[in-house]
């Protein structure tokens, strides 16, 4: 099992197998792209993704969030599966015994690879039991439907179930923070979801990231 704890490692290798110019492989005439597996990829332009977001609107209003978060979790556990295998085959050893920095490095290329933006993990909060993942640059959020609050309810629940996969315990997930409120960077507090009540009434009082972190480290004092 994999400590969350352990994930926080700042340190940095250089070999990557998630590496783009290794990673992805596209046939042009046929309009083709692969990954180093030889397994298919799919490209999303732009107006595909406005356009789900327009047909959840219309078709099932506010639910719409929850619907995305929905998706979020069968992503984010899927996802995990495929990285595991893929990282597995690799080094032809189980992942939990990949050094911490190895693991974070290859998430990192990963989700930035794979068009999502450049993912990190804040590790100031490991001590009060909190992991804070930091996303820049969201395709999703860019084209999601603006509202008075964060908008990251796909990625909430693909990091919500990518987390709790990997650590082997129910972790839960709130979004603190978002650029389409105007934040340099998206930013995802987890952690047991008792201990959370406080974020999600932050963010529905609209306070920042660093006042509700505030809150959650206060709690426990």
């Known amino acids: 099992m994999v400590l969350v704890a352990d994930l926080l490692t700042e340190n940095h290798l250089t070999a990557n197998y998630f590496a783009t110019d290794v990673y992805v492989h596209g046939t042009l005439e046929l309009g083709l792209l692969e990954n180093r597996r030889g397994e298919r990829l799919l490209a999303l332009p732009d107006t595909l993704i406005k356009a789900i977001y327009a047909g959840l609107d219309n078709e099932t209003g506010r639910a719409s969030m929850l619907v995305l978060y929905n998706c979020g979790r069968w992503w984010g556990k899927n996802f995990y599966t495929r990285f595991c295998e893929e990282m597995t085959d690799y080094h032809n050893r189980p992942i939990t015994s990949l050094a911490m920095a190895e693991f974070l490095q290859a998430l990192r290329q990963c989700w930035l690879t794979h068009g999502w933006g450049q993912i990190s ?62 934040a340099e960077e998206n930013c995802f507090v987890l952690g047991i979801k008792d201990r959370l009540t406080m974020a999600e009434t932050g963010v529905e009082q609209r306070l920042s990231h660093a006042e509700i972190m505030t809150l959650l480290v206060g709690q426990g004092a």
């Open 121 to 182: 993990l804040d590790s100031g909060y490991r001590e009060q039991g909190f992991l804070v993942v930091k996303v820049r640059g969201s395709a999703f959020i860019d084209h999601a439907p603006k509202l008075e609050r964060p908008v990251g309810f796909l990625e909430t629940g693909a990091l919500q179930a990518f987390f709790s996969e990997l650590s082997g315990q129910p972790l839960h997930c709130v979004q603190t923070d978002c650029e389409s409120l105007g």
